[in-house]
């Protein structure tokens, strides 16, 4: 889990700049779909084909291989660059951080002096990589150029790890362990593995994709907040209690039989689990249950702190749940 982890977090993949991991993904799976494609706007697909060609339905498991980070805007005479927000970014988490670009060049990100934290956003922000001017900053950047908070994974007590870019990194781990677990196992449906683009910006891949395949079922896979430290808006989701069942967030409210057979799955397997509704944000898996004549749709979440931060935690036993809730349910749907 953490080696497959380790190269998804250190590939950058700002929004709409997906295709070095899409690579590093596709590598990961090639030998384990009957069919791999990427569409128009850059999701990659890995398709299962069912054993029971008659009866045969299409599952879309989704999820998203991009992540929030920086576009640059701006190269001043002296070398600084100026950056805009691609996605949620938090500033302060940010702040005095170091990056890194997808061509491997790193800098870090520093707010002007004088500003208060309160007052932090991205025009108040410059990436300093050390240039001696513009000319020599514009051999290695240019406009337009993304970059990320740095990679990072540091190993916790109890089996608990933080990390940049768990959003949604960690998710995709779990679609490929799940693939690879299901080599040799014959579904009665039509397996539709997709790791899509865009996600953070508005779920602009997992919509393309889904109007493609015309899922009969969707699974979304993603992060979600917890409820767990000091301090913060009271949420049932925590770390250590299991695979999250996803009941709603801000953009769906789940199928009831797809939330159902979640649960039965997970009490029948012994896999541990727990209710999820996320008061805030959203996920793959409105647009996956509304697209063209709508799916039955559910999710399954990683209950992660600081989300959106170069420091998110997760348990990797819940991981593990997840991974196990996943295949299971694939096999009786």
Known sequence: ??????????TVSVS???DKISN??????????????????????ALKKSGNKEKSK??????????????V???????????????????????YGEVLFKNGIKG?????????PTDYKSDKFYIDIGAKNKADAETKIKIGDT?????????????????????????CVILIKTLIALKNVKTDNDLYFVFTVQEEVGLRGARTAAQFIAPDYSIAVDVTDTGDIPECTPMASKLGDGAAIKLMDRSVICHKDMVNLFIKTAEENNIKYQSEIMIAGGTDTAVMQSAGAGSIAGAISVPTRYIHTGVEVC???DVQACVDLLIETLKKI
């Not at 889990?1 to 250190?10: A, C, D, F, G, H």
């Not at 870090?108 to 208060?116: D, F, M, R, S, W």
Request: glycine content about 6%; hydrophobic content about 45%.
């Open 73 to 95: 805007t701006f190269i001043d005479e002296s070398g600084f660059l100026k950056v805009s927000p691609v996605g949620g970014i938090e500033w302060v988490a940010s702040a």
């Open 1 to 10: 889990m953490l080696e497959i982890l380790e190269k998804l977090v250190n």
């Open 315 to 317: 348990d990797t036993n």
């Open 24 to 45: 590093v993904i596709r590598k990961f799976i090639q030998d384990y779909a009957d069919d791999i494609k990427t569409d128009a706007l850059g999701n990659l697909i």
């Open 108 to 116: 870090v990100i520093i707010p002007e002096e004088k500003v208060k």
């Open 16 to 18: 709409g700049d997906e």
């Open 58 to 71: 299409k599952v879309m498991i989704a999820a998203h291989m991009d992540e929030i980070g920086f576009i």
């Open 147 to 171: 970059c990320t908070i740095a990679p990072k994974i540091v190993k916790l007590l109890n089996n608990r790890i933080a990390a940049s870019k768990l959003d949604n990194k960690i998710s």
